[in-house]
């Protein structure tokens, strides 16, 4: 952009207009596109910390991918041997477990219960089940569940009034004769109370060592339900993260299908796809609301479009004269988008950082409560740089684009007409 131009459209911006309507709509352009800057960012940074928080819950119980097999149990060491050796760039951490069916039984009531083994070692490395331990405070899970040690949800110690050293009766189903049913009595102690905030977790889960479980069951030391994986984590630039953004697929995706395709006589799969109906309505809220408020910023460059022919109409003699004396007509186009580049501009930048300062006090200070209804009990934040730069070029675009349609029409002004009326 020629420096004269930009110079220009700087002083038509400064300059005191004497039409109060310009004047007037300029402020109602900048607000509008302040406004809807920072509606939108400050929305996506709220849906972020949703999805974030969601899927923290969620990886509190599930790992980022879980191998199993239907009906039968895996060779562990085998699988880990195979993963160690294939895929030893791309995967972080590996953990066994397995689940089974119990009843408790306590003051005479009995009710199912998910017993799950896990090896606390590895487990620590695929799910943050660690951070989710209520009581004790700092414990470690290694010690809270080694022998017949178990962990039970807030709500099951809730529902059976237990505490951290009472003792609870499991009881197993064993063979017995022909068309019965025979249960054998386990006591275990419990040593740990955990809170995920998910209460089919917290009502319906207990976890114990994988050695603890098999030996309960008579199962092989070496066997397993299903295998968690945690990846590792890819180095890629701030340009590919924006990319990823517009992808139906990420990097976890394309592991999980070469996976897939390597053991197919396992089940490959993501936690998202045990949840299918939350990742999605979260994606979908996020894409909406985007579109939804993205129109706010859409009218308001509508009303620059305006702002730009008013002041096209107030400045033809000054266009006649700076023709007549020779300058370029893409050069006076230039003029009025530099004027509308710089409103675009500078609200956007206000907009986004006020956003950012709104997203920073809700991340650091989480002082608005949200109902019961919700994962969370506050109203969660997450910022992030690439979507900072994805909603600022997207607002740039629209209001270059609004831009250039009456900054298109002043090349069109007959200078002798001008001149000879004006």
């Known amino acids: 952009m020629n420096q004269l131009s930009s110079f220009i459209a700087t002083k038509y911006i400064k300059f005191k207009n004497k039409d109060r309507n310009i004047s007037l709509m300029m402020k109602i352009c900048f607000l509008g596109i302040f406004v809807g800057t920072f509606s939108l960012m400050l929305t996506l940074i709220i849906m972020n910390g949703f999805e974030k928080v969601t899927h923290e819950k969620m990886q509190g119980i599930n790992s980022q991918a879980i191998i199993y097999s239907n009906g039968q149990q895996i060779d562990y060491l085998a699988v880990k041997e195979y993963l160690s050796k294939n895929y030893n760039n791309y995967i972080d951490s590996i953990s066994p477990s397995s689940t089974r069916q119990v009843l408790i039984e306590n003051n005479k009531s009995q009710n199912i219960l998910f017993l799950k083994g896990i090896k606390p070692e590895t487990e620590t490395l695929v799910t943050n089940i660690q951070e989710k331990i209520a009581l004790p405070i700092n414990s470690e899970l290694t010690e809270l569940i080694n022998n017949n040690k178990i962990i039970i949800g807030a709500k099951t110690a809730q529902n059976y009034n237990l505490k951290i050293g009472d003792t609870l009766t499991l009881l197993i189903p064993k063979e017995g004769g022909q068309n019965k049913i025979a249960l054998k009595k386990k006591e275990v102690i419990v040593s740990g109370i955990f809170n995920i905030g998910l209460e089919e977790y917290d009502s319906n889960f207990a976890f114990c060592s994988l050695d603890f479980l098999h030996n309960l069951f008579k199962e092989n030391v070496n066997a397993a339900d299903q295998i968690s994986l945690k990846f590792k984590e890819p180095k890629i630039n701030l340009f590919e993260k924006i990319i990823n953004l517009f992808k139906f697929t990420n990097y976890e995706d394309n592991i999980l299908k070469t996976l897939q395709n390597d053991m197919p006589a396992l089940t490959v799969t993501s936690w998202k796809n045990l949840y299918p109906a939350l990742v999605s309505s979260l994606k979908l809220e996020k894409y909406v609301m985007f579109f939804i ?60 950082g006020l956003a950012a300062i709104a997203g920073y006090l809700l991340e650091k200070y989480p002082f608005i409560e949200l109902p019961d209804v919700y994962y969370v009990s506050y109203l969660p934040a997450r910022m992030s740089l690439e979507i900072f730069i994805v909603v600022f070029v997207a ?28």
Do not use: H
């Open 395 to 422: 607002t740039m675009l629209l209001g270059f684009l609004a831009t250039w349609i009456p900054a298109k029409a002043s090349m069109k002004i007959n200078v002798a007409q001008v001149l000879r009326q004006e």
């Open 293 to 352: 408020l993205a129109l706010i910023i859409m009218v308001a460059c509508m009303t620059m479009i305006s702002l730009l022919f008013m002041y096209i109409q107030q400045k033809r003699r000054d266009i006649a004269i700076l023709k007549s004396m020779g300058y370029p007509d893409k050069n006076i186009r230039s003029i009025f988008l530099s004027i509308g580049t710089k409103i675009t501009f500078f609200a956007s930048i206000s907009g986004l």
